[in-house]
């Protein structure tokens, strides 16, 4: 109980040694539900977005400085994107985690700033490029890499909005470069985004964010 006292998850309460649990605790709790809450709302759309698109579709949450898979779509077409669910990965090159990070708070920003390891030679590792794509990103509401993290490697990503108007998932698809060209990246852009408001809208976001 002292540790937990210590991290603010708890405090004493009354004369005879009880304690209660702080809304530290509950806004912990409320975060890990959400994610559950988005993974299963989400995962028919993300379906239809990977029947669509013909490339693997994914959906990922933010985890402190990185990004985690919470649910993905295979596409069956040979050659294809693979991202493990569960696994941790870089915000700052790969589709997904770009939304993520624009829409993260500064401190995060901060941290991921600071340390920008390039994975390929396209992987952005300039800070101040790095702040001008997180801009474009909340400008236009999508992100897109190009063997950023993977050589040979595309992207393409949305946020996804909660009720309270924050942004609590990002969703995209991926697939290999040499199919998701200029004119296939425009198209796959207006279906994630559609699908990324489709979700918000189930989560009950604000009407302007999805």
């Excluded at 340390?115 to 509401?141: N, Q, S």
């Amino acid at each position: 109980m002292q540790a937990l006292v210590a991290t603010d998850f708890a405090r004493p309460v009354g004369t005879r040694g009880g304690y209660e649990a702080t809304l530290k605790l509950w806004r912990l709790g409320a975060r890990t539900v959400a994610r559950l809450d988005v993974k299963a709302l989400a995962a028919p759309h993300l379906a239809r977005l990977m029947a669509e698109a013909k490339e693997t579709a994914n959906l990922s949450v933010l985890d402190g400085r990185t990004m985690v898979y919470v649910d993905r779509v295979e596409t069956d077409v040979y050659f294809r994107a693979y991202n493990q669910i569960g696994g941790q990965y870089p915000l700052h090159c790969t589709g997904t985690g770009k939304v993520l990070l624009a829409y993260a708070d500064a401190a995060v920003q901060a941290a991921v700033r600071g340390d920008l390891h390039g994975f390929t030679p396209r992987t952005i590792t300039d800070p101040e490029v790095l702040d001008a794509e997180l801009t474009r990103i909340r400008k236009d509401g999508i992100a897109t890499t190009l063997a950023e993290f993977r050589d040979g490697i595309a992207s393409v990503a949305a946020p996804v909005f909660g009720a309270h108007g924050r942004v609590v998932a990002a969703l995209g698809v991926s697939g290999p470069v040499s199919r998701l060209k200029p004119a296939r990246m425009k198209a796959l852009r207006a279906m994630v985004a559609a699908t990324a408001a489709q979700v918000s809208r189930l989560l009950g976001a604000p009407g302007g964010q999805a």
